[in-house]
């Protein structure tokens, strides 16, 4: 039996899921531009902050700011319509999402900035990429470029990095990518 999420309006969380039995639930492009698509339309029903994401093979990563809506609303919304959207391309039946997603509330600036630094530095600790920048299904271009991405809003955590700096991101980020290299 699972217990009630804690949960308040403007709570962060790193989120994660993992696809059943660690099964791909990424095939092709298409399966996650589908799945930041389905992002989208959960921020217009359950309004949310999508403050960092990374989408790997079998499981995903969102860092996520909620303001009138438990986490497990949105993520419900987001993984049952994904759910059947892939069950349905790929002619399978049952769940793609290995039991509930795992939730961790965010309780400092500190935290915040280091968990997503963690999620842009997932690919890379796969051994899928030698660089976060060369990830192309995670948010991090969009913190250390100009290049905008319309699903995720980077200001709250750069703003804790001299005042919006992009290049202290990016230092901040390689300092913790040479830690577990």
């Not at 700011?65 to 059947?84: C, L, Q, V």
């Not at 039946?93 to 280091?114: A, C, P, T, W, Y």
């Not at 530095?121 to 192309?136: D, F, H, K, M, W």
């Not at 750069?158 to 830690?179: A, P, T």
Request: hydrophobic share 30%; with cysteine.
């Amino acid at each position: 039996m699972y217990h009630k999420r804690e949960w308040s309006p403007g709570f962060i969380y790193h989120i994660t899921a993992r696809g059943n039995r660690k099964y791909t639930i990424f095939r092709n492009k298409d399966d996650r531009l589908k799945y930041l698509e389905i992002v989208e339309d959960a921020k217009e029903k359950y309004p949310f902050i999508l403050h960092s994401y990374c989408l790997m093979t079998n499981h995903v990563h969102l860092l996520i700011e909620t303001k009138n809506h438990p986490p497990g609303k949105i993520i419900h919304f987001i993984h049952y319509r994904y759910a059947r959207y892939f069950n349905k391309k790929n002619g399978f039946n049952g769940h793609l999402f290995e039991g509930r997603f795992k939730s961790v509330i965010i309780k400092n600036n500190k935290q915040m900035i280091d968990t997503s630094c963690y999620i842009h530095l997932n690919p890379v600790r796969a051994g899928i990429c030698p660089t976060p920048e060369s990830y192309q299904w995670s948010s991090y271009r969009s913190f250390i470029t100009n290049r905008t991405n319309k699903h995720v809003q980077t200001e709250k955590i750069l703003s804790y990095m001299n005042n919006g700096s992009k290049s202290h991101y990016k230092f901040y980020v390689e300092i913790k990518l040479h830690q577990f290299t």
